[in-house]
């Protein structure tokens, strides 16, 4: 090999970056100039060597063959004296670190392979590793080859973006001891992480949820400190069987983090040196086995008995809005965007699946309370509010968010506390409006909300934290949970894994940029390297950011008692014969309930109307039986019929059969109504429902054999007769929604003692309903008589709510992807005006995409939601769709979504292809300098490099064709490396858009130059304007998009373009190089 000539090449491969500007340069010109670099030191080092083998001192001779020393190792040369890295020395290991000591200026994210007679050199951030290569032939890479012509190549062809951004980032976890999980001489730590941070085991000790069952997991493989694998193969098993052998993703490929606020502080990843893969929900339960290999033969082995799998629990959100007296609140985004609120909102919470399901709105413009009052105008109560409101507590959570809790549940009647049967976990989400008059006389609207708990969450919006916080309570969680210490984000406290938008949810707070410790209630606050504040739980303030998400992250500690609080629960199970079944933690599955008074469903999801209302068995308050309710997802259940002493409602369907129901035959609080609330199924047509009760109830009977027995003509109450009595005097006191009695002992007695216990001064007689439920047998239905209390006739009812949707294991995701806006439907899309491909490719992938856009080749993150572009050859239109199942298919041709994908439009219509005056370069330069300028692409293609442009590098490219004539066409290819001739027509066909030729250009830049009227109205005609708009029209206000002139001091006229409704001043054309500001966007003058 002669050294001067590879001296010469290096040479001119250095000196040819002294040319290039890296002012602002596109990212594949980065990464370009990434690869070439490494080439160049590459070649360097090879000139080295060439240096040091003219040294006789530096060859060791071994069995004839001369080998290099350098750097501790030895290499064996070629004939041409060259390096090589064979495994003739002390075997494959030896090989292998002397390859890495040969090019020891490779460091990360730069990895070398050995190929013996060479090596292959990538970059983990530019998307594909050897195995890609060997496989797939993915080319972006360096290679040094003794054999090759070129001895040292480069080749960017399928490189993804250089990320600068992500190369300088943080990786959160990377400072932190890595624990070991594995068994084997691959030794790794592993989590998986969900809507929070877990371990296969060990994850009590650590403050964090265990395992969610049946729920899709980010796996995250981080080697020790000390190794950085090339690449990672994952063999996944189930109960001993293979389901599939994947390499993992490369670090520097790891889902990005949710950031919304950028500023000067560094990005911020979950982890640099992580290996990285998805396992599908259901996959991740008990039997589940992982076996890691590294490309240096390692292995580390996960077994079935090492992960801890928690409950994949399931939760019920039913949703209503209800007006009293006045008219129900709007709708809000969880309710019109179910689906996809939802599926933000799953993300937060340690479930395998939900389901939301919605009711119609209800008005109510008669309101009946529990006492018995009758509302038609307002509510009179002092100080009305989102905290307060007697119609608050007593109509929209007792009786009706109660209500279809209890009705769902299978339990007809109740007393008129806020009582729920708690049978499995729901949260009835509820929205109400109340109309009152308040204590200086002022009448009108409150909005009721910000509360949680007791199976109910009681909401003014349904996004930020009052959503989670609330919910949290209804989970059994506090304020401040374990105090403040465990209420903030810190370094172990874990993230999240967001399965529906595709990145990872950190916790920090990018809107709390601090310098050093914080405080945040009673503790100092450590932030992350100095300057990221943390965010905090939503029990503690819910401090967060989110570019992906409208709901905080729960920390650890909070997960986990949540997860705790579910696992305490039963769960609807058809196929158990009592209709529940409960999660056993030790053997980690279901297990039927085999003993449970709740009742079993006969229909599960089905619509419902739920009946409510409330009655008074004593006949003195106003009994009144509600509206019906009408929702999309409840059970229906055979519920039992009256017994002696009962009241019970007479349901009258359709079909004219009827249903009786039992209700409680008394009071259960004292003064108040009781509630009925079920649940019918809608499909059955209910036509009427009434309430009857015994004319003399069973607790008027037995309360007066009772006073019979006692020799009383009434029972005493506490305190009577300054806490004076008789002994054997019999009291009556109401606790916990029951009656107790209690016979006094002494003369002068103190409080009653605890519920069901005597003491010396009280003998506790029984509770009053188990005494009236002792009695019941004895009874003769007939002999109580029958008084009608209220009846309800259904008026017709067409209208249905929103289907419910269920989200997890697989559901739910697609639905709202469907849901998302198509680009017709994106109001602001109109305001806008695209010149380029590339311009509206970055829009769309900017509201869709976080700033990405796939398309059918490559694929950087693949995930449902992920946003694509594709190039329909039928219609020859670019099309845009949201990937709705990761199993998708062919885009669909016909410009309609189908059951993978969503379509959103195509960019022909709204990309103009004709060019825009005031982007055009009317200097005096050359057709190609104006075109080059115009589409910002820094050199025009020609025919011969058709097949070498991709999707990453030079999408959408302009091509020159020059003709025998002398003429030059332009053209842009509608597909990278693909093309057949130029169409000679002057017109666009499948695989190419034509924009013009010389002539045309020069025709138009002549008439732009006419003069200003002429290059005006050409402005006017390409933004589909009558006229420009003035500064002061119509009050200051106009049309986002309209394009404004300002006739400046300086002799010109500066052309604006409005960004908002209502505008200020312009911004001086001279103030800088692009004066624009938050009203105004500049273009250019004339």
């Not at 109400?432 to 909401?459: A, P």
């Not at 949290?472 to 984000?489: D, E, K, Q």
């Not at 929604?737 to 506790?764: C, D, I, M």
Request: charge should be negative.
């Amino acid at each position: 090999m002669n050294v001067k000539r590879i001296a010469i090449a290096v040479s001119a491969l250095l000196c040819g970056y002294s040319t290039i500007s890296f002012a602002d340069p596109s990212p594949q010109t980065e990464t370009m100039q990434q690869l070439e670099q490494m080439k160049a030191k590459v070649l360097q080092r090879i000139i080295e060597t060439q240096k040091l083998i003219e040294d006789p001192t530096n060859i060791e001779i071994r069995d004839g063959h001369r080998f290099l020393k350098y750097n501790g190792y030895l290499y064996a040369l070629t004939t041409n004296n060259l390096p090589s890295f064979m495994p003739f020395v002390d075997g494959f290991d030896y090989a292998d670190r002397s390859a890495e000591a040969m090019f020891d200026f490779i460091q990360m994210p730069w990895k070398l392979v050995n190929q013996m007679d060479g090596v292959y050199i990538y970059n983990d951030q530019f998307g594909y590793n050897y195995l890609d290569y060997l496989n797939k032939n993915k080319q972006c890479n360096v290679q040094y080859l003794i054999g090759d012509k070129d001895l040292v190549s480069a080749t960017a062809q399928d490189c993804l973006p250089y990320n600068a951004a992500l190369i300088d980032a943080y990786g959160f976890i990377d400072d932190q001891p890595v624990t070991n999980h594995l068994s084997g001489d691959f030794a790794a730590q592993v989590r998986f992480i969900q809507n929070q941070t877990a371990e296969p085991f060990g994850n009590d000790e650590k403050e964090q949820q265990r395992i969610v069952s049946q729920r899709e997991a980010l796996l995250v493989v981080t080697p020790m400190a000390n190794d950085n694998p090339q690449s990672i193969e994952l063999k996944i098993f189930k109960d001993g069987v293979l389901l599939e052998t994947r390499q993992m993703t490369s670090p520097l490929h790891i889902l990005e983090s949710d950031r919304s606020k950028h500023d000067d502080r560094k990005d911020v990843v979950y982890s640099k040196r992580s290996f990285t893969t998805v396992l599908p929900w259901n996959w991740v339960e008990k039997g589940l086995s992982l076996q890691f290999s590294t490309y240096a033969g390692l292995s580390g082995e996960l077994s079935a008995d090492r992960i801890d799998f928690a409950i994949p629990a399931h939760l019920d959100l039913p949703m209503i809005r209800i007006g009293m007296l006045t008219e129900p609140p709007a709708a809000k985004p969880l309710e019109l965007q179910t689906a996809h609120y939802g599926s933000e909102l799953f993300q937060r919470f340690p479930l395998a699946s939900m389901t939301i399901s919605s009711y119609l709105p209800i008005k109510l413009d008669k309101v009946v309370m529990s006492n018995g009052d009758i509302k038609t105008q307002y509510s009179e109560y002092a100080s009305p509010g989102a905290h307060s409101g007697d119609m608050r507590e007593d109509i929209t959570k007792s009786l009706i968010q109660l209500g279809i809790a209890n009705a769902n549940y299978g339990v007809a009647s109740s007393g008129a506390s806020q009582w729920q049967a708690n049978n499995y976990p729901a949260i009835v989400i509820g929205h109400s409006i109340g109309r009152y008059k308040n204590d200086k006389g002022n009448i009108g609207n409150y909005t009721h909300g910000l509360s949680g708990g007791n199976g109910m969450v009681l909401l003014a919006g349904t996004t930020g934290n009052e959503v989670t916080h609330e919910i949290g309570h209804a989970l059994s969680m506090g304020h401040y949970p374990g105090g403040y210490a465990h209420a903030t984000h810190g370094a172990t406290t874990g993230w999240g894994y967001d399965a529906y938008r595709g990145n990872m949810a950190d916790n920090l707070n990018w809107q709390a940029k601090v310098d050093g410790e914080y405080a945040y209630g009673n503790i100092m606050v450590s932030p992350y390297k100095t300057n990221y504040g943390y965010g905090t739980d939503p029990m503690g303030g819910g401090g967060f950011d989110s570019s992906t998400s409208s709901y905080p992250l729960f920390t650890g500690y909070s997960s986990k008692r949540i997860q705790n609080y579910l696992e305490t629960k039963d769960y609807l199970d058809a196929a158990s014969a009592s209709g529940y079944s409960h999660w056993n933690a030790i053997e980690q599955q279901f297990e039927p309930v085999s003993t449970t008074t709740k009742l079993k469903p006969i229909a599960q999801g089905v619509e419902v109307m739920t009946v409510v209302g409330f009655y008074d068995p004593q006949q003195t308050n106003t009994s009144y039986i509600y509206p019906a309710l009408y929702g999309s997802s409840g059970n229906v259940y055979d519920l039992p019929q009256p017994v002696a002493g009962q009241c019970w409602a007479t349901v009258t369907y359709g079909d004219n059969s009827q249903q009786l129901i039992g209700l409680e035959g008394s009071r259960k609080n004292s003064g108040l109504s009781n509630k009925l609330h079920f649940n019918l199924a809608r499909d059955r047509a209910p036509q009427t429902v009434t309430v009857d009760c015994p004319q003399t109830s069973l607790e008027a009977v037995v309360r007066r054999e009772l006073l019979t027995q006692f020799a009383q003509d009434r029972f005493y109450t506490w305190g009577e007769n300054n806490r004076w009595g008789k002994v054997g005097d019999v009291f009556e006191y109401h606790r916990n929604g029951r009656v107790e009695l209690f016979k006094l002992q002494t003369q002068h007695y103190w409080y009653f003692p605890g519920s069901g216990q005597s003491n010396s001064g009280w003998a506790f007689v029984g509770y009053l309903d188990q005494l009236i439920a002792a009695k019941q047998p004895d009874v003769n239905y007939d002999d109580l008589g029958q008084v009608r209390l209220d009846s309800r006739t259904f008026i017709t009812n067409t209208e249905h709510p929103a289907a419910a949707i269920t989200i997890g294991k697989g559901q739910g995701y697609d639905i709202a992807i469907e849901s998302q806006k198509s680009l017709a439907e994106q109001s602001d899309l109109a305001q806008y005006d695209f010149e380029t491909i590339a311009l509206f490719d970055q829009w769309v992938a900017e509201r869709y995409g976080n700033g990405e856009l796939n398309h059918a080749i490559v694929d950087k993150h693949q995930r449902i939601g992920a946003v694509y572009v594709h190039q329909n050859s039928e219609l020859n239109t670019r099309d845009y769709f949201l990937m709705k199942t990761l199993t998708a298919g062919a885009f669909p041709t016909d410009h309609h979504s189908n059951n993978d994908w969503k379509y959103l439009g195509s960019a022909e219509s709204y990309v103009n292809f004709d060019f825009n005056p005031l982007r055009l370069n009317r200097d005096m330069v050359s057709n190609v300098e104006r075109i080059k300028d115009y589409f910002k692409q820094p050199a025009l293609f020609t025919w011969d490099q058709r097949l070498i442009t991709s999707w990453n590098s030079s999408n959408s490219a302009v091509f020159i064709n020059p003709t025998a004539e002398g003429i030059n066409e332009y053209f842009i290819q509608r597909i990278p490396a693909k093309g057949d001739a130029f169409p000679t027509n002057k017109a666009s066909n499948r695989d190419w858009i034509y924009l013009g030729d010389d002539n045309s250009l020069n025709q138009l830049v002549v008439e732009m130059g006419t003069n200003q009227a002429v290059f005006e109205q050409l402005v006017l005609d390409w933004y589909k304007q009558d006229s420009f708009g003035n500064w002061g029209d119509n009050g200051k206000k106009g049309n986002v998009g309209d394009i404004y002139t300002y006739h400046f001091h300086d002799g010109k006229t500066h052309y604006y373009r409005l960004k908002t409704t209502s505008y200020g001043y312009f911004p001086w054309p001279s103030e800088s190089p692009d004066p624009s500001n938050s009203h105004w966007q500049y273009i250019n003058h004339y």
